[in-house]
């Protein structure tokens, strides 16, 4: 019978295979299977009507023996510790294969946004801001954007953490507005990234992205970006889809529209020309390119073998489980793991905190190029071990970032 997999499961997974590949000792593989520190707190707010509020958070940071604890917080009803540890794992080998000096860490408030006024939102995040703040700092831990947090909500973590420490400082967050010191090209670039990667493996795999169909499951900012960077290559995006259902058009869609269509009515669905799917059809439509966007696990032994897309860009984390993986692999689906498809957010994260370090800020043009070169490099560092290994692009990219915090760590020794 199939394995019922969690986030931190299939995490552990991983970190299992990328140990006996790179034949790491037990210790090691001990080590970086237990976050260095899981922070938990009660958030009590007043709420608009006069009541108190009380909400979970929560805060791991995974390991920093690269640099600080990067990573971001999303807002979701049920978030547990679990399956932030797994994010803050994925979040250090991350920001290894992406080579930028940072640890993992993720965060998350058990909350439910859309019942929540902005006001609510934002005593919540300064509140949860506050209780973990001895933890936080731009030499400590630097929190970013996820599922349900935004640019507004990275500004009220700037001001909190300044307000308390009585001076302003920028850097202590990244992914926030541009006029407070947040970079060009950070709110797109996780989107955008994915489609970096998706143009190198086209090229590698001899496909022409000109009119390739592409699926996109989840347009927040992630799939939103996704979609305009896709079709500035040329390829038609055929179908997105968000929390209550997707829309398919095979002549392509136009983002901007379709976005301000989920302004109005609050769902990407029944716009016009499109045919209403539910989110399951969407991914195994047939399609060139599928970009799951959206949650974990969404691909799992029950649907994989139905995924008719010749390639698979994972732009949010964990949505393969490791016996789709299999499927993939047998069916020469090229899969382009999360932790190298989605790194161009955490890159341009480091951007910004590097701005902000020197007080300067880049242009656009600046932002975009070193975004690219750094993720073609990271691509083809993992396509070369892949090769190497006969293996999934996964597994390369778990034995590049796994293997280079195993070397840190082994280099800085363990104190005392
Ligand atoms: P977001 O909140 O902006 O958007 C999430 C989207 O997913 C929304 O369109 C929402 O409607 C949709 N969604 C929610 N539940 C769904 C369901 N059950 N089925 C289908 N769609 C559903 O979040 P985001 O920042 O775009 O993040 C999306 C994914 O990308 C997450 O896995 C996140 O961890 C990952 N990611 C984000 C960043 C970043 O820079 N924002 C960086 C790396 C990875």
Known sequence: MAEEHTALSVALSQLKLASKKLELDAGMHKMLSQPKRSISVSIDIRTDNGTVGVFNGIRVQHWDARGPFKGGIRYYPNITLDEVTALAMLMTWKCALADIPFGGAKGGVCVDTKKMSKHELERLTRRYVSLIFDYLGPQRDILAPDMYTDAQTMAWIMDTYSQLKGYSIPESVTGKPVEIGGSWGRTEATGRGVIYCVKQAAENNGLKLKNAKIAIQGFGNVGYHAAIAAKETGAKVIAVSDSTGGIYCPDGLN??????????????????????????????????????????????????????????????????????????????????????????????????????????????????????????????????????????????????????????????????
């Open 255 to 416: 983002p901007p529209e379709v976005l301000a269509h989920k302004e109005k009515t609050q769902s990407v669905q029944n716009y016009q020309g499109c045919r209403n799917i539910t989110n399951e059809e969407l991914l195994e439509l047939p399609c060139d390119v599928l970009i799951p966007a959206a949650l974990e696990n969404q691909i799992t032994c029950k649907n994989a073998d139905k995924i008719k897309a010749k390639m698979v860009a994972e732009a949010a984390n964990g949505p393969t489980t490791p016996d789709a993986d299999k499927v993939f692999y047998e069916k020469k689906i090229c899969l382009i793991p999360d932790i190298l498809a989605n790194c161009g957010g955490v890159t341009v994260s480091y951007f910004e905190w590097v701005q902000n370090l020197t007080r300067e800020q880049w242009p656009l043009e600046k932002v975009n190029r070193k975004l690219e070169e750094k993720m073609t490099k990271a691509f083809n560092n993992v396509v070369g071990i892949a090769a190497k290994q006969e293996s999934d692009m996964r597994t390369g990219a778990l034995m590049l970032g796994v293997g280079r915090v195993a070397n840190a760590i082994k280099t800085l020794g363990l104190w005392p």
